[in-house]
């Protein structure tokens, strides 16, 4: 008997820390080479990589197998020049979004002219809320996109990745470790472990 409780109760803890991981930020991270000009500043060949930030609690189905998330910060890194955010109006509010087609096994992301698609059967069962990739074949493009230092034009000159990094929330994780623990106790007095 005290075997089988010892076992239940890591099972509830496993799983008190498997709901907590599911909730927190995702960034993606598109990667790639592009050559173009971002305000007064021109670059050739340099490695440039969209960052997007989201809230897994405010990812959204758009139409059926088609997520959606609104990021929190969206900005982008051009090697040589900086980091810019984006500052247009995006059709989801914000200034652009991240998505992932189902039904094309393709995610990417838009801004208020622009967006990347990649294809990846990996995109058929994803939903934006978990760690992914690198997965190759991103070629993200920008024409006359607003940022914080200019326009952004922006030309790849190779294809890139993308990668779904996820970050559970602290107190969340917290929250459900110290409950499981707390059923441990319980079960722990009740049957004299």
């Not at 982008?76 to 992932?100: E, R």
């Not at 990347?116 to 069962?125: M, N, Q, R, T, Y």
Request: proline fraction near 4%; charged fraction near 10%.
């Amino acid at each position: 008997m005290r075997k089988i409780l010892l076992f239940l109760c890591a099972i509830a803890i496993s799983l008190a820390f498997s709901v907590a991981a599911s909730a927190g930020t995702v960034t993606y991270l598109f990667t790639t080479t592009g050559s173009g000009t971002i305000g007064a500043d021109s670059f050739t060949d340099a490695l440039a990589t969209v960052t997007a930030v989201g809230d897994t609690s405010s990812i959204f189905i758009w139409q059926p197998g088609i997520y959606v998330v609104v990021p929190t910060q969206f900005s982008i890194n051009i090697a040589g020049v900086g980091t810019a955010s984006f500052t247009g109006a995006g059709v989801f509010g914000g200034s652009g979004y991240v998505f992932d087609n189902q039904g094309s096994s393709a995610a990417g992301f838009g801004t208020s002219s622009d967006r990347d698609d990649i294809s990846d059967l990996a995109f058929a069962s994803y939903a934006l809320a978990t760690a992914l990739g690198p997965i190759s074949g991103s070629y993200m493009h920008f024409s006359g996109d607003p940022t914080s230092l200019g326009l952004l034009d922006f030309t790849p000159t190779a294809f890139g990745t993308f990668t779904a990094v996820t970050t559970p929330e602290p107190g969340s994780l917290l929250l459900h470790a110290s409950g499981a623990l707390g059923a441990v106790g319980l079960l722990r007095r009740k049957f004299a472990l």
